[in-house]
């Protein structure tokens, strides 16, 4: 049961961290963008920002990772792993989309092998949430199941009230952080759903998602999909920006007979993704490669795992090189539901 | 304008000289961004517009990487007067035939550099270097000593993600297999990391060495803010000096790394 | 040990079988996994040539030799290509069993079609192997196998085997214009050749697998001559990276082949999305 105490604010919990010199991961401006960074001083972290250009996700899957380091030769054969011991992390002030993804990409990294690379980083970092003063007509969270107040996924959220700010503790990390910060003061149930009231008004952008996998189960082939998805030029912008997209690629990067073998981010929305070598390829035309992306992120894993591979961050829309709208697609499949 | 814009385009379609209008509309949730359309029926004429958030150099889709928009008959492409030189550049290159496309040129005073900064209406600080006179940020950068200029552009590429919207988004890239995807060999790494990236950027700007016409797309479209364009201009301005050539101006000029002239500077021959 | 790191194989024999396939027996460099290792037929593995990247491969072998596993790869790309130039004494790395196999428990007492074209025979051998090591518990078994010409037929030497076995009934056949003087098998396409044999459902079961194409006829041949779908069984492959289900790239609709397959059932199959 979540639990609610006051805090200062979140440039309180990163000084305090600092202080006890804990790796912190902040917002950090950089030109016109906010990027997720290590941060050394307080003053280099900016929490009035909307949005960060990355999301958590580089950070328990980063877009290149090195998995195996090999020297084989007929003589000498020697396989060396890298050593799965993370710093102890604090990431600081991510949006609630951010967190929840997190919650949602841990079911596939432990179904049944779990991948240790993931775990490692993730059993090691402690996510504390910033609950979002605002939102733009792309975000759509709520039609998610989530909300811009949401503590899916965050040890602690940071909620700014009329009051001040409270910590909304919903983990046994989110505990032990409290005590090491020392919040003692308890918060008030009443301050914080008149934050949740406010945080409902931000997002205006909605529509009734659980129809959308049964839709979708049906309807593989559609005309839809050829008309609203053949402008995606096939890029992976959109996949890259988002915090639940973690489809990946193996491959080895050879320095005469040693190496290293390496995981990279890697997209459904490419051409080449999943090209056979004789040269076939069963996505050949791109609406089918983003069908892909949308069968995946809103029926199968659903069928799966139980839960949306999207938290309505609204990214994908605003990074798009041809405004390809992810959320009026899901839209106008919720208004054929 | 738009009018007009409409006029033309259900002229087209209606008499069959075209299968599709390729232009732009307003996204339906947002009036404040545009997206490419592909207009088969009358019935959709009225959703083109033509205004500064205009953005997107559409000849994109003109290209073999489009395979699927090709099939849906001769095209008639909306284009401003940068866009114009990338069709140009296609023409050059044998990836199209002037008779094969009807060009809707519009006469264009300047877009927004990207959407969001967009405040209502264009200004000067909006604008897109392109769309300025250009030569500002090139000089600069060219001024500064070689290892500072290395620096910033090992910084840059530090950030650069290989989502590949650059390539995807340019006209002029249009390989059946990039450079970045051969495998027999590997010539490009395709982890993100420094020295992939490097590799990656520099290569893709040398093969778009006297073709590429600065739309700017790649700057618009990087979602990590690297001044892409900034390494074209500054092979461009290379081009101009050495061969007196400037890409997308007419069909008849050959390229000069396609063509071997007598006049070519050989004093780098040692 | 992460999920992602291999264990050595050690090449001991390269068997050519044809001009651009390739047959490696090898055997485990780390005994205390030899020891632990075991596998079901069908099931595949990630064979990797260090430096050039790791390929999804049928285990060819019979699960009950120990210590040593075999596999046939066509030349096709960057890592096949190196794999099919490996020499006695090369390393090759080695992750697996996974995906799932062929329920031949289900199969007792039956008759069984082994139907294969060209390379598939490979993503079979196991379980014909193995049925044939307890061929007291199965009717008859019936193989069907061609390929494009005798010289792309695999496992040529074992051909003469099979034949001999009194359990097994061996139809060798290859595409028109594919014969030799010296041929002694048929020459048609494997379901030109299936529909001649006139197959009957009644207690029998097949498993199939060839090019993508083969399979289909060969499945609809069956349907068909009355066999149920449940009753055919095939494996398919897709591009593959991770086999742990994770890196997302080999599903057919919401079946991930490295987890729900490779095996399915015609019925399976016929339920997925034009998505392979």
């Known amino acids: 049961m979540a639990k609610l105490l006051k805090v200062e604010s979140p440039e309180s919990v990163v000084e305090k961290l600092i202080s006890l010199e804990k790796r912190v991961i902040a917002p950090v401006r950089d030109g016109r963008l906010h990027r997720f960074l290590p941060v050394t001083r307080m003053e280099d972290a900016d929490f009035g920002y909307f949005q960060a250009e990355g999301s958590m996700k580089g950070y328990f899957l980063p877009a290149t990772e090195g998995i195996l380091k090999f020297s084989c030769t007929t003589n000498e054969q020697k396989l060396e792993e890298p050593d799965l011991e993370f710093p102890e992390t604090f990431i600081v002030g991510c949006r609630p989309c951010d967190a929840a993804a997190l919650s949602i990409q841990d079911k596939l990294f432990e179904w049944d092998y779990v991948d240790e690379f993931y775990k490692a980083r993730r059993d090691s970092t402690t996510i504390v949430g910033l609950a979002c003063t605002y939102a733009d007509n792309n975000c759509f969270c709520t039609s998610m199941g989530l909300a811009p107040d949401s503590p899916d996924g965050s040890d602690i959220l940071i909620v700014k009230t009329e009051e001040g700010f409270l910590a909304e503790i919903s983990t046994k990390k989110g505990e032990k952080l409290a005590s090491l910060l020392e919040l003692k003061e308890k918060g008030s149930a009443e301050d914080r759903r008149r934050a949740g009231v406010n945080a409902g008004k931000l997002i205006t952008r909605e529509f009734r998602s659980e129809g959308i996998p049964g839709w979708l189960k049906s309807n593989f082939e559609h005309e839809l999909w050829d008309s609203m998805c053949t402008k995606c030029i096939g890029c992976a912008a959109c996949t890259f920006t988002c915090p639940t997209c973690h489809c990946f690629d193996i491959v080895d990067e050879p320095v005469g007979t040693s190496g290293e073998r390496r995981k990279n981010w890697d997209a459904c929305t490419l051409r080449t993704f999943t090209i056979h070598a004789s040269g076939y390829n069963p996505r050949s035309v791109q609406y089918k490669r983003y069908r892909q992306r949308i069968e995946h992120k809103f029926n199968y894993y659903v069928d799966r795992f139980g839960r949306f591979l999207c938290t309505g961050c609204g990214r994908c829309i605003r990074v798009c090189p041809v405004s390809l709208d992810m959320a009026e697609v899901l839209e106008e499949i919720s208004s054929r539901v | ?270 | 040990m992460s999920v992602y790191s291999p264990t050595l194989l050690k090449v001991k024999e390269v068997l050519p079988e044809t001009h651009d396939i390739a047959t490696l027996i090898m055997g485990f460099q780390d005994g205390a996994f030899a020891e632990e290792f075991s596998f079901k037929p069908g099931q595949f593995g990630l064979f990797g040539a260090f430096g050039e990247g790791e390929c999804a491969l049928a285990i060819a072998s019979s699960p009950s030799s120990k210590g040593q596993i075999t596999c046939s790869i066509k030349k096709v790309g960057k890592v096949t290509s190196s794999l099919t130039s490996a020499n006695a004494g090369d390393i090759i790395g080695f992750r697996g069993p996974y995906g799932n196999w062929f329920p031949l428990e289900k199969m007792k007492g039956k008759k069984l079609f082994f139907i294969a074209g060209g390379i598939g025979f490979s993503a079979i051998r196991s379980s014909l192997l193995s049925v044939l090591e307890k061929k007291d518990n199965y009717k008859k078994v019936v193989l069907l196998y061609g390929a494009r010409s005798v010289g792309e037929l695999v496992y040529k030497r074992e051909l003469a085997d099979y034949e001999k076995n009194s359990k097994v009934d061996l139809i060798k056949t290859v595409d028109p214009g594919g014969d030799e003087k010296d041929w002694d098998g048929k020459v048609g396409f494997v379901p030109s050749v299936l529909e001649e044999m006139k197959p009957k459902p009644e207690g029998s079961v097949a498993i199939v697998c060839g090019p993508p194409v083969m399979i289909k006829i060969t499945i609809a041949t069956l349907v068909k001559h009355g066999f149920k779908r449940e009753d055919v069984y095939t494996t398919l492959e897709n591009r593959m990276k991770c086999g742990l289900g994770k890196c997302g790239r080999c599903n057919i609709g919401k079946a991930y082949v490295c987890k729900d397959g490779p095996v399915f059932t015609a019925a399976q199959i016929a339920e997925f999305p034009p998505d392979y």
């Not at chain 2, 990207?114 to 300025?132: A, H, I, N, V, Y």
């Not at chain 2, 040398?206 to 016409?213: K, P, V």
Request: aromatic share 8%; with cysteine.
């Open chain 2, 1 to 270: 304008m738009i009018e007009e814009l409409r006029k033309i385009a259900r002229d087209l379609l209606t008499s069959k000289k075209v299968g599709v209008v390729i232009g732009y509309a307003f996204v339906k949730a947002n009036s404040n961004r545009t997206t490419p359309i592909f207009v088969t029926e009358t019935e959709d004429i009225e959703r083109l517009v033509f205004n500064p958030l205009c953005l997107n150099n559409l000849t994109v889709y003109l290209t073999k990487k489009k395979p699927e928009i090709q099939e849906l008959g001769r095209p008639a492409i909306v284009a401003k007067g940068c866009d114009v030189r990338s069709i140009l550049g296609l023409i050059k290159e044998f990836q199209l035939k002037r008779e094969d496309v009807v060009i809707i040129g519009v006469g264009c005073e300047g877009v927004v550099r990207d959407f969001k900064d967009w405040s209502g209406k264009l200004t000067k600080e909006s604008m897109p270097t392109k769309c300025l006179y250009c030569k500002v940020h090139v000089n600069e950068l060219e001024a500064k000593p070689i290892e500072e200029r290395r620096r910033f552009w090992k910084d840059q590429f530090e950030k650069c993600i290989r989502c590949y919207a650059c390539r995807q988004v340019c006209p002029f890239c249009y390989c059946d297999r990039c450079i970045s995807d051969k495998t027999m060999p590997r010539w490009i790494e395709s982890s993100a990391h420094g020295r992939g990236n490097f590799a990656w950027n520099l290569i893709r700007a040398m093969h778009l060495a006297g073709r590429c016409i600065s739309c700017e797309e790649c700057n618009r479209v990087c979602p990590v803010e690297i001044p892409l364009n900034l390494l074209n201009r500054e092979i461009e301005k290379e081009i101009q000096e050495k061969f007196e050539y400037v890409a997308g101006m007419d069909t008849e000029t050959p390229p000069p790394l396609r063509i071997y002239s007598e006049k070519d500077d050989d004093a780098w021959i040692r």
